[in-house]
């Protein structure tokens, strides 16, 4: 496993804020979006597309490169701040999202958006697609490595876990999924809506291997990036404990703000306290 | 009688002829290889077949995956089942235009022994409802087998309806298909009977009994439901001025639909559907006589095609009508 240097960590930190000043910026230009689910994402999100993936802005269909899709389509605000980031496209280009004729849609759209593996914004789809995916790399001979990004309240849903068959039954070990644990969803708190425990225990007995971690800790989400690739025999998990809102104060653990937009007042605010202004 | 030949054997058949032709064809199934016959593709291709179990919307999401790395998946079960997975044709087939392959094994009425949750007959109103996906339904064995090499080399998201039956063989081997072209069958200047699927061998009775009544009546294969061959539908409403559809399939947004909205746009003439009346179908002991009690008899495109005849006539006599009341003179 790679040692991660103090310094890499740092830089990461500071992505993942740039990444959560970015998400309120549009979401509050736009008047509307995720906050709660973009910003719970914000180190995961950091981690892969600033370090940890295989990827290049200059051949987004580049054949070896990793997948990485956001099953959490809805959290889109983050990945599209990640991909201007990368290159993929202008950051001017971010203040499109959500007009019309913009390449820039609600929900990523794959066949407008540059970097955007896959098509998301109902749930459920992003593991067994990537059992798809990984399956084709098999047959291809390619040593691509698929990661999908679930939501926790994406863990209710069926078909996530008939992927999760597949997964096992192929013995997918270059497919790991990363599941946004925050324990709040659009309705309330998913340990209210439909309880998901012991979810470590479900993973675990639909064959993958389970890793859990602290979703805010970026050397966490590193070597445990690092530690899945070193499976073979079996499709592995991420679960990425989260707050929900995390960095701004009045939106963390709130369910009101899984999808509505801050005002002008609240934006300042928000602003301020990921600036570091005020505590 | 026409002879008969295993619509779903010729389907299996030419999913094997496409495997070896092209190293990206995949399959993948929901428990039901030996009722859509996908087993001949296991067992030349083995490391190509994915049976993924009873699990019919994950298999569509599994097919998306292999499309987004290049590769033609063909996803198979009931036409009934994919009912099942319309949200996950819709947004990560349709939507996201993957190139998955839909094929709809038990189409119709096929599964005569199962009953009404085996029959598909609503599945072309749900499909062709969908933009970017074409929709299929071939005539016979001889058209599926012409029909999937074209479906392989299609860029895009295609359905197709499989029938489980032995049905009429309506073409021989010389027979050219194109996907999104109606096949003219027998010209004729009284009325035209479109079909599609089993229906095209219907038709071809029915014309033969309305030859004998002196009706000449002709005939279109419609095997692209979607995108319609509108033209060649245009100009058989021009020619004949009555028009008959006939479809195992509910008369509610299949073919007949897709018929009267061009018809209605482009030349509205007398127009009569044969389909089942929207209602639930039943069991019974063998195809043919199933297809007859719902509606899809022979008899039952005669009668339409004499009701559309009979329309058109009053339809003219009332026009002359209309014109001599004006002092129009004809």
Known sequence: MAYHSEK?????????????????????????????????????????????LRIDPNRPHWPERDRFILSKGHASATLYAALAHRGYFSLEELATWGHLNSRLQGHPDRL??????????????????????????????????????????????????????????????????????????????????????????????????????????????????????????????????????????????????????????????AVAELKGDIK | MMEKASFRKAFAEAMVECGAKNSNVVVLVADVSSSVMTEYFAEKFPQRFFNLGIQEAGMIDTAVGFALAGMIPFANTFAGLFLRTVEQIRTCVAYARTNVKLMGGYSGVSAFKDGPTHHAIMDVAVMRAMPNLTV??????????????????????????????????????????????????????????????????????????????????????????????????????EKTGAIVTAEEHSIIGGLGSAVGEVLGERCPVPFERVGILDIFTETALDYESLLDHCGLGVKDVVKAARRAIKRKKGRKNGINRWRSNQGVSH
């Not at chain 1, 309120?24 to 370090?51: D, K, N, T, W, Y």
């Not at chain 1, 069926?158 to 068959?165: D, H, K, S, Y």
């Not at chain 2, 004998?212 to 005939?219: K, L, M, S």
């Open chain 1, 112 to 269: 407008k958006t540059p970097g955007v593996e896959m098509t998301t914004g109902f749930l459920g789809h992003g593991l067994p697609i990537g059992a798809g995916l990984c399956l084709a790399a098999r047959l291809k001979g390619l040593d691509y490595h698929i990661y999908a990004l679930l939501g926790d309240g994406e863990c209710q849903c069926g078909v996530l876990w008939e992927g999760a068959m597949t997964a096992a039954k192929y013995k997918l070990s270059k497919l790991t999924a990363i599941v946004d644990y925050n324990d709040v969803q659009l309705d309330g708190p998913v340990h209210e809506i439909m309880p998901l425990e012991s979810l470590v225990e479900k993973w675990k007995s639909f064959g993958f291997l389970t890793v859990e971690i602290d979703g805010h800790n970026i050397r966490q989400i590193l070597e445990s990036l690092d530690m899945v690739k070193e499976v073979h025999n079996q499709p592995t998990v991420i679960i990425a404990h989260t707050t929900k809102g995390k960095g701004v104060s009045f939106m963390e653990n709130k369910s009101k703000w899984h999808g509505l937009a801050p005002n002008d007042e609240e934006y300042a605010r």
């Open chain 2, 136 to 237: 299929l339904a071939p005539a016979d064995a001889t058209e599926v087998k012409k029909i999937l090499p074209l479906v392989v080399e299609y860029d895009g998201p295609v359905y197709v309806r499989i029938s489980r039956a032995e049905t009429p063989v309506v073409f021989d081997d010389t027979h050219k298909v194109e996907i999104g072209k109606g096949v003219l069958l027998q010209d004729g200047s009284d009325v035209t009977l479109i079909g599609s699927g089993v229906m095209v061998a219907r038709c071809l009775e029915a014309a033969k009994i309305l030859a004998n009544e002196g009706i000449d009546a002709q005939v279109i294969n419609i095997h692209t439901i979607k995108p319609l061959d509108a033209s060649m539908l245009q100009e058989a409403a």
């Open chain 1, 8 to 52: 890499l960590i740092i830089e990461l930190n500071e992505k993942a804020r740039q990444l959560r000043l970015d998400v309120l910026e549009m979401i509050h230009r736009r008047g509307q979006g995720h906050p709660g689910g973009s910003l719970s994402i914000a180190e995961v999100i950091a981690a892969l597309f600033f370090h940890h």
